[in-house]
């Protein structure tokens, strides 16, 4: 049976053939455009993200987005971000009808990915040495609305290819 979703969560993720997604709290890969690609999505939007990605944000909390970060640690407070304490409060201060990004890591995209309505898919074409995994995508669950591929070379350092998709009602 179909899970209950919601229409605004969305999920963005760069994810490699093997399904990795990040070694030692980082990421496996440069690719420059797929970082511009993160920014004009998301910016004046709502982020939500773990506790250990927003650690491994270079400068902290992101510009020109409301940032929610979810951990169990209360006493935590993080300049710029939202804290949230569980995955249920997370949802409640994101609302109901601003677009809200969900960015990882693989903690919380494995609590969010079956409550997503969009998916923002980066396919990156090769495969990794990693220790932090997305979940497996059923692609009949998912409907294709756009695909773009970029080829290897300048600041790209793979192969990769852009798809959006929305759950299939
Ligand atoms: N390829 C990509 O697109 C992409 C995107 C983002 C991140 N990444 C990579 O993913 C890796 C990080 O992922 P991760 O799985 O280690 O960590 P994560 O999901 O970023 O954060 C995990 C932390 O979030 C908190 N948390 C998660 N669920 C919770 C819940 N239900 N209630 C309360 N707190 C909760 C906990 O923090 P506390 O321990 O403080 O309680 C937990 O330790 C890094 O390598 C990063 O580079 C890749």
Redesign the pocket.
């Known amino acids: 049976m179909m899970q209950e979703y919601k229409k605004n969560i969305s999920i ?5 053939e093997n399904y ?10 440069h690719l420059s455009d ?1 970082l511009k690609r ?1 920014k004009k999505l998301t910016s004046g939007h709502t982020v939500i ?8 944000l270079p400068k902290g909390a992101l510009p020109n987005r409301r940032n929610i ?5 209360t006493e ?1 407070q993080f300049d710029g971000c939202e804290m ?7 949802l409640e201060i994101a609302g109901k009808t601003d677009e809200c990004f969900v ?9 969010l990915f079956p409550v997503a309505g969009k998916l923002y898919l ?1 396919r ?1 074409h090769k495969s990794f040495d ?3 995994f ?1 979940p497996e995508i059923d692609f009949n669950e998912w409907q294709e609305t756009e695909s773009e591929f970029v080829s290897a070379g300048g600041r790209n350092e793979h192969a990769h290819t852009y798809t959006k998709y929305v759950r299939q009602e």
């Open positions: 963005i993720v760069a994810v490699a990795a997604i990040g070694k030692d709290n980082k990421l496996l890969w797929d993160f993200m773990g506790r250990n990605t927003f650690l491994s970060v979810i951990t169990d640690q935590e949230a304490h569980s995955i249920d409060a997370a960015m990882g890591g693989g903690m919380v995209y494995r609590q980066t990156v990693a220790d932090t997305f």
